[in-house]
């Protein structure tokens, strides 16, 4: 049975203060059970050598939740990318609380999210973005053959989404207000309606309860597809839509205790990172092989993965040297579009400030 939460009354407990520090859009993004026994995940045994000496010892990432945009995460640990850099990782499960709680007291150092992120620094979360992991994974689906065609159309429109505040919802927002249409709840100009789980929005497009199906990846690709193309057609794409795309949806984001502490352990971190998504860049049929066979994601459809990971565009080595894709830029961008709407209070030159730490990722070499 759904459970649609009135808007207003969402809004009301949103302004109240619960802009939560949410599982990201793509860390939330369950694609399966990844669990194989225990609640960790670990490398190889010939890459985790127990008289292997680990520069920075023993590290725990968030990584149990199959989420297919988290491939940088399982490909540095299949391919002893960390432990090339001096860490031997544990995946874990990690809800909110344990994500911030981590974050905070330096025991997770690094975690995958959007800019949903971006409220919860301004609430206190000692958190920086330090680099980009990915582009798009967000589309919107309407009915095949609706009068829906762009975001003009919208006004007076209801779009089922995961949750108010969540990326999905801000997504729509940024969209909407740069088509002339109002977000705001007061303006009454369109309505977000929330659903506990993306089938349950596909539900209420097809009964027409809605007339917009806000969703993460797979499902949004899933349904367009196969069996289910004669049903629904995307209506936006994050990763092609002029206002997103080419930027970063995701960001990898670092904890402060460990940045002041020991900058050197995120340099190699982030460094593990990179080589990971080269490695991506250059090998997508590979890298989607490689997370089915481990189990790091459970996938069904190999040839919609591969396609997905392609269009996330993944930086490879050329994309970082040459700062192709400003990580800066697209912080500046996305806080400024949330200040906008009213999501961010902080003056965007501001919060920029506070939120984006450049790595040097010459540290520990």
């Known amino acids: 049975m759904k459970t649609v939460k009135n808007y207003k009354r969402i809004i009301a407990v949103l302004l109240a203060g619960v ?29 985790t050598d127990a008289t292997k000496e680990f520069k920075y010892g023993k590290i725990q990432l968030p990584g149990k939740d199959g989420a297919l945009c988290n491939a940088p995460t399982f490909i540095a640990l299949d391919k002893g990318f960390f432990a090339e ?28 999210g959007d800019f949903q992120f971006f409220p919860s620094i301004e609430e206190g979360v000692n958190v920086s ?63 977000f309606d929330v659903y506990t789980d993306g089938n349950l929005e596909l539900e209420a497009l097809k009964s027409g309860q809605v007339d917009v199906a806000a969703l993460w990846d797979p499902l949004g690709s899933i349904y367009t597809t196969g069996e289910h193309a004669n049903d629904y057609e995307v209506l936006f794409d994050l ?17 402060n205790k460990i940045i002041k502490e020991n900058p050197e352990e995120i340099s190699a971190l982030l460094r593990a990172y990179h080589k990971a998504q080269e490695w991506i860049a250059e090998n997508p049929e590979e890298a989607v092989t490689i997370i089915s066979d481990k189990k790091y994601s459970a996938i069904e459809d190999k040839a919609l993965a591969e396609a997905l990971v392609k269009s996330y565009e993944y930086p490879s080595a050329h994309a970082h040297d040459s700062n192709v894709q400003d990580v800066g830029a697209d912080v500046t961008y996305f806080a400024t579009e949330l200040h906008n709407i009213g999501y961010l209070k902080t003056d965007p030159t501001e919060f920029v400030q506070k939120a984006y730490y450049k790595v040097d990722l010459n540290l520990g070499k």
């Open 129 to 191: 973005v330090v680099d980009g992991l990915h582009n798009g994974c967000i589309k919107f689906l309407v009915k095949k053959g609706s009068d829906i065609k762009s975001a003009a159309d919208l006004k007076g429109k209801k779009i089922a989404v995961d949750e108010i505040g969540g990326t999905p919802h801000q997504v729509a927002s940024v969209w909407l207000e740069k088509a002339g249409i109002s977000a705001k709840p007061d303006a009454k100009e369109v309505e």
């Open 239 to 255: 990763s092609t839509d002029p206002t997103f795309a080419g930027k970063y949806c995701c960001f990898l984001y670092a904890s």
């Open 19 to 47: 802009l939560a520090f949410a599982l990201t859009a793509c860390g939330a993004e369950k694609t399966g059970d990844t669990t194989t026994g225990d609640d960790t995940t670990k490398s190889d045994d010939k890459k």
């Open 85 to 112: 850099e001096g860490f031997d990782v544990t995946l874990i499960s990690a809800d909110t609380e344990t994500r911030k709680i981590g974050l905070n007291n330096g025991t997770i150092p690094m975690i995958n």
